[in-house]
């Protein structure tokens, strides 16, 4: 169900692009609800990974995420009474989630949970396929990409800044073959939505990428 009165700024890009973060910043400056669509599929991932349930079980792991006992508050993610904001954001589990987000069923039983961030005064919301397939009526779309230099540098950070290890060589790699699953995938491909603003922000600061977001929105909603 579309919800056409309250705004949505969709916000699409590859992996480590930096669209978490200006999506979450550009949320906070207008006040809106945010929605971290890529969690929803690493909660998916990390269920599975516990359950032990096998990549190939299409049926068992759209069940799992039809079911996703999840809790979102503040920056801080729970998976039933579990706090796993650090543990969806490892290697592991973004690589298990590139692959089960290729699933139909799975992409399916995760629609009405994502519909559900669409709440007043408005919503951002990050993903792959936000503006394609999740929000087509978006007040605003952005697709927001790196080179992938830029981004293996930035997941380096990232990683080591939350305690994990890494290697530059195995990241390029990783975010290669995850930008090619993602964007060749049958269903859902990432790409830019028809009529989506592209941001390269390779050799942007996460501020300067959400003032173009925020100037972007603005006139978008001068000329509603
Ligand atoms: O944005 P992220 O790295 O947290 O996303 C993890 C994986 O989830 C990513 O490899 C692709 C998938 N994903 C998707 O298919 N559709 C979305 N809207 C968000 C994420």
Redesign the pocket.
Known sequence: MQTPSIPVIAI?GP??SG??TVAHRVALQLGFHYL???????LT?LSAIRHQVLLTDEHALAKLAEKLPCRFSGDQVWLANENVTSA??AEEV??T??K???LPTV?HALVGL?LGFRMPPGLVA?????GT??FPHATLKVFLTASVEARAERRYKQLIDKGFSANMQDLLKDLRE?DA??SN?AI?P?KPAEGAHILDTSHMTADEAVEQVLRWYAAVKKHA
């Open positions: 699409d992996t480590a669209k978490g971290d669509s890529g969690a929803l599929y690493r991932a969806i954001r973004g690589n989630a590139s089960i987000a290729a992409r994502q990050d993903g792959r396929d936000m397939v999740i995850r699953r993602d995938r859902a990432l």
